[in-house]
């Protein structure tokens, strides 16, 4: 069977090294995933900061999107509006869709390269909002859940970057 659908152009579903890591990283940090108030209004809110500074940063999460793979992007935008439809009550998704976002995210990330990836995180980086927002999310949640998730997150990166 795997014959057939190669020729008819289907790939064969196999898990990689980005797939893995989502699996160890959403298992690890799916604890922490439900402790967060998502009907809270704080997700609501836009940090306060410079037009012009956020707007730098868009436009490289813009040319960041731009240059992921279209087949990842597409697999991206399919697993968010499969995971939206299993949210429950706390607007929380599955393990399983959960698991399938963080991978999807894996790709799509790694599609766009290092180059573009730190463009991102460094346009980011300049409005310190650890200093801020990080302390006040931790008093609303375990924190030893946060810390295995934020363990988790870097060895996740890590297979990422590796997969650049």
Do not use: C, R
């Amino acid at each position: 069977a795997g014959g057939v659908l190669s020729m008819m152009g289907a790939q064969a579903a196999h898990a990689d090294k980005i797939d893995d890591a989502a699996k160890k990283l959403s298992e690890a940090s799916y604890p922490f995933l439900k402790e967060i108030d998502w009907t809270s209004d704080v997700f609501a809110k836009v940090p306060t900061q410079n037009p012009a500074a956020v707007m730098k940063a868009i436009d490289k999460m813009i040319v960041m999107g731009s240059a992921m793979d279209g087949a990842a992007l597409k697999a991206g935008g399919e697993a968010h509006h499969k995971a939206i439809g299993s949210m429950d009550g706390s607007l929380v998704t599955s393990l399983a869709d959960y698991t399938a976002i963080n991978a999807a995210i894996g790709h799509m990330v790694a599609s766009a390269g290092q180059a573009k990836t730190m463009d991102v995180y460094n346009s980011i980086a300049k409005f310190n909002l650890g200093k801020d927002i990080g302390p006040y999310m931790m008093s609303k949640v375990n924190a030893a859940d946060a810390k295995a998730a934020y363990v988790a997150f870097l060895e996740f990166k890590n297979a990422v970057k590796a997969s650049m």
